[in-house]
């Protein structure tokens, strides 16, 4: 299911039973497998593989039923481009998977993932760098930088959950 305002780009693959909950940004080439959960404010850049039953969460302080202590603004993850992820990932609000970063199965993902970098485990700690053999053609990533910078993404993701502030 791919609610409101979700921003999927071209040859991106959205597999059955998954949900994206809108006010939220999926690149090209990017592929969400089957039974994940895209939650709103997440970016997920270019080139970046998704394993079943991934969940993105969005709310540090889990505010239901308490908006009028505070006010409730989604805080996605953000995964970089060409990143993997393996089956069963959850990645908490506001966490940064590093550029082509890949994150091992079953893994709880509560703090930032360097560039370049294999993490797993609960919590999921860094435990060594992605060869450049297993790396993406530099080019493409100059490509994809042509045309999306960090800029544009923050402010674009800013500009969707305006309506939170």
């Not at 071209?10 to 039974?35: C, M, P, R, Y």
């Not at 069963?88 to 994150?103: D, M, Q």
């Not at 450049?132 to 402010?155: G, I, N, Q």
Request: proline content about 4%; overall charge positive; charged content about 25%.
């Amino acid at each position: 299911m791919l609610r409101r305002e979700t921003n999927i780009g071209d040859n991106s693959i959205f597999g059955s039973l998954s949900a994206s909950e809108g006010k939220n940004w999926i690149g090209n080439n990017v592929l969400v497998h089957t039974q994940c959960h895209i939650t709103t404010g997440i970016i997920i850049e270019d080139w970046v593989f998704i394993a079943p039953e991934f969940v993105g969460a969005n709310d540090l302080q889990i505010l239901h039923g308490r908006r009028n202590i505070e006010k409730f603004i989604p805080k996605g993850p953000h995964i970089k481009f060409g990143s993997r992820i393996a089956v069963n990932v959850t990645v908490l609000p506001g966490v940064v998977i590093g550029r082509e970063s890949l994150i091992g199965a079953s893994s709880l993902v509560t703090k930032d993932v360097p560039d370049f970098s294999i993490a797993y485990g609960v919590p999921a700690k860094v435990a060594k760098t992605i060869e450049d053999k297993w790396r993406l053609p530099e080019k493409m990533y100059e490509e994809f930088r042509k045309r999306v910078s960090e800029e544009y993404l923050a402010k674009f993701i800013d500009k969707l959950l305006s309506d939170y502030k």
